[in-house]
């Protein structure tokens, strides 16, 4: 077990104990959820984790306490972004691990909706936030990137690449991003499934629901 691993088990969570590049949130959770399952923090498959990307049609979400903001809100415009949230069996409280915001990491789910996503907030119908939730599993083995939406169209980085190779899929599948990231209005679950765990689990890009569904969504899945 190598010292940062000993670090975690011990529950000292530090965002710095994560590999973190700056415009690839896809792949900073990728790899936290890799680290918290061979932790020993999540299940060793990563049962109890699963990715959820935030977006919509306009592709501008707002979300608030986040790092990269210069505002005193920490209020941000995002395209899209990545979080992963951890649930916890028995009633115990669900955790959102983000490695952009400047909440307590990890935050409980219930704090981080209430505080990045305020659905409370009156926003414009543009910027309504839909969630496309993974379940962890399936996104390891699934997801790829060639980072190719990270160049501009004479093929120059608009942000620095990571120095690890980009991720390929078990498939050999090399980009697959904006199946994930692709989230429009259409695709939103009006109503969540009396058999959630299992749609949710037996879907590579997984199910879409509104930010008024988060927290039930999570309190539902067995």
């Known amino acids: 077990m190598t010292s940062s691993e000993l670090h975690l088990q011990r529950n000292c969570l530090e965002a710095s104990d994560f590999d973190h590049t700056p415009s690839y949130c896809e792949e900073n959770v990728y790899f936290l959820c890799k680290k918290l399952s061979s932790s020993g923090i999540a299940d060793a498959h990563g ?3 699963f990715v959820v990307f935030i977006s919509n049609d306009n ?3 707002p979300l608030w306490h986040q790092k990269a903001s210069h505002r005193a809100d920490g209020v941000i415009l995002w395209d899209y972004h990545v979080i992963c949230v951890q649930r916890k069996k028995d009633g115990g ?3 959102v691990w983000d490695l952009d915001s400047s909440l307590p990491f990890p935050s ?3 704090t981080y909706v209430s505080e990045t996503v ?3 907030f009156q926003l414009f119908s543009e910027f ?3 969630f496309r939730v993974v379940h962890a599993p399936l996104f390891l083995r699934y997801f790829a ?3 190719r939406h990270m160049k501009d169209s004479e093929g120059n980085w608009t942000a620095h690449p990571p120095p690890y190779e980009p991720i390929v899929a078990e498939d050999g599948s090399v980009h697959n991003l904006n199946e994930y990231m692709e989230i429009h209005a259409g695709d939103v679950l009006m109503n969540l499934p009396q058999d959630l765990t299992s749609a949710v689990s037996s879907q590579k890009n997984g199910v ?3 930010e008024a569904q988060l927290e039930e969504f999570f309190s539902r899945i067995s």
Do not use: E, M, N, Y
């Open 47 to 49: 049962s109890d984790l």
């Open 59 to 61: 592709k501008q979400i």
């Open 93 to 95: 409280t669900h955790l």
């Open 108 to 110: 409980p789910l219930a």
């Open 118 to 120: 305020r659905p409370s």
């Open 128 to 130: 309504q936030r839909f």
């Open 145 to 147: 990137s060639d980072r």
């Open 208 to 210: 879409v629901i509104g």
